[in-house]
């Protein structure tokens, strides 16, 4: 199972509490843990990213394992330690704004 | 026991306040999606506990919320609490989803809107600013964006789909947005006809549809804008509010940038009507519920400083249609009140006598239960107030 971690916001949305976790079948990327959270908790699609670009919003960022990969491919494979379920797959607001 | 429930929107999250008849004693719930800008909410006519919500995010992006039963609890619509999808399931949550139309003959967008270079821009959804249920159908609802467009759901906010005879109709390169944004903030429906829809747009003015949104023409003349290049352009005026009585629908009352302006004609001709006002700026105006001629504004000093003048928050009321005002301030602060009024934050109740409500961005909401001769806040101190509606309960 890959753990995902939601920022406050979505997780109230979503009214779940602490980390959730998903099933991939396949490769594990930015894209394919999206798509399954979205199958999951369906009110939060267009929240991480643009329901026609598919585009993560600007203020959102993709962690895990202490790096950034918000700028890395969609399809690109996540970490091992991720996909061995390890480490979660953080998606962070940006702090800003008031 | 008739009642009131005041729909309030802020920055930081929505807000119910209720009471009875009299409207001395509040209650207040909330705040409800704690956190989120919650720019507008209101109720259907026809089913007062329905309940639609704009609650955004700079970070998440547009969220629509349902209320079945008057505010106790909310869901997206299309997804409930705890529901899932199933596996392989057919896609939900196109609730939040407003995209707009493109050309039918070429694909590509519709049309594209002047940006504050000048140059022309592709319109980019960004939030739902107001939402508009229908006269008649509980299920039916028009949201106005920015980008400015209008959008209409016909499944209870399940999905919308775009109006786009309106942003088609030839003006759009000439809209242009506001320091405000490019908003469609203001939408009428016509209770006497049920094809009419008028709507404002900041800045590109104000439109009229009588054939149920289909097609639009601009209504904007007798509007002189100094601040364009053609002060009497057919299009560009930076319209923040239009109001109507609903026994006399053809009357339409408009808080201009600056100017306060009416139409005896369903907009073809517009003339001012800001008379002894101390400032014509401002950004609510409303109708009394029973005195089609009685008309209340909040004056705003502006551009630059979008505060009451003297720092004394006055609402004016003119009993006339325009031209003769009072200030009405008994219970209103009178020395050191710098706060604004935005352009959704005023509403009347039905009840007799009429009640009047307004909210501020120093987050009090204030009530007066006598047609605005005595005012008090319900509350003081929530965060900026961004809408202000009101439901007379039977």
């Given at each position: 199972m890959i753990r995902v971690v939601l920022p406050a916001h979505l997780r109230g949305l979503a009214h779940i509490a602490g980390e959730v976790q998903v099933e991939i079948k396949g490769p594990v990327t930015q894209r394919s843990v999206v798509d399954a959270l979205e199958a999951s908790?369906?009110?939060?699609?267009?929240?991480?990213?643009?329901?026609?670009?598919?585009?993560?919003?600007?203020?959102l960022r993709f962690f895990a394992c202490e790096e950034d990969?918000?700028?890395?491919?969609?399809d690109a494979p996540l970490p091992d330690a991720v996909v061995a379920g390890k480490e979660p797959l953080l998606i962070v607001g940006a702090i800003a704004g008031g | 026991m008739s009642g009131v429930r005041v729909l309030v929107g802020t920055r930081k999250g929505a807000f119910i306040l209720t009471s009875d008849g009299k409207r001395e004693r509040w209650d207040v719930s909330g705040p409800?999606?704690?956190?989120?800008?919650?720019?507008h909410l209101k109720g259907s006519?026809?089913?007062?506990?329905?309940l639609y919500a704009s609650q955004c995010s700079g970070w998440f992006g547009q969220i629509i919320q349902r209320s079945d039963d008057g505010g106790k609890t909310w869901t997206q619509p299309g997804t409930p609490p705890g529901e899932q999808a199933a596996p392989g399931g057919p896609p939900k949550a196109e609730s939040n989803k407003f995209v707009y139309d493109t050309s039918a003959?070429?694909?590509?967008?519709?049309t594209t809107h002047q940006f504050y270079d000048g140059k022309q821009h592709p319109w980019e959804f960004k939030r739902v600013w107001h939402l508009e249920p229908s006269l008649s159908d509980p299920d039916t609802v028009y949201a106005g964006v920015e980008d400015a467009a209008l959008f209409r759901s016909k499944d209870g906010g399940k999905s919308w789909q775009e109006l786009s005879g309106l942003r088609g109709h030839g003006t759009g390169p000439k809209w242009q947005p506001g320091a405000g944004g490019m908003c469609l903030h203001t939408i009428v429906l016509d209770p006497s006809n049920p094809k009419r829809v008028f709507v404002a747009i900041s800045a590109a003015g104000a439109f009229r549809s009588d054939d149920a949104g289909e097609t639009w023409q601009p209504i904007n003349r007798g509007l002189k804008s100094e601040?364009?290049?053609?002060?009497?352009?057919e299009v560009g005026h930076c319209v923040h509010r239009i109001a109507m009585h609903r026994s006399r629908p053809g009357v339409l009352f408009m808080q201009k940038h600056w100017d306060v302006m009416r139409s005896d004609n369903a907009g073809d001709l517009w003339k001012e009507v800001?008379?002894?006002?101390?400032?014509?700026?401002g950004f609510v105006v409303d109708v009394h519920a029973h005195e089609p001629e009685t008309i209340y504004v909040v004056p705003i000093k502006s551009d630059g400083e979008h505060f009451p003048p003297d720092g004394k928050l006055r609402v004016y009321r003119s009993r006339?249609?325009?031209?003769e005002w009072e200030a009405l301030t008994k219970?209103?602060?009178?020395?050191?009140c710098y706060v604004n009024v935005l352009r959704d934050a005023m509403a009347v109740d039905s009840l007799d006598k009429c009640g009047i409500y307004f909210g501020t961005t120093g987050g009090q909401v204030y009530c007066s239960a006598d047609a605005g001769d005595n005012w008090a806040p319900i509350?003081?101190?929530?965060?900026?107030?961004l809408s202000v509606e009101v439901q007379t309960l039977a």
């Open positions: 908790y369906p009110m939060l699609r267009g929240t991480i990213r643009d329901h026609v670009t598919q585009q993560r919003r600007p203020f990969l918000s700028h890395e491919s969609p | 409800h999606f704690a956190g989120w800008e919650l720019y006519p026809v089913d007062p506990n329905r003959e070429t694909g590509k967008p519709l601040y364009i290049p053609d002060p009497e352009a800001s008379g002894n006002l101390p400032t014509d700026f006339s249609g325009g031209n219970g209103l602060p009178q020395r050191d509350v003081r101190d929530l965060p900026a107030v």
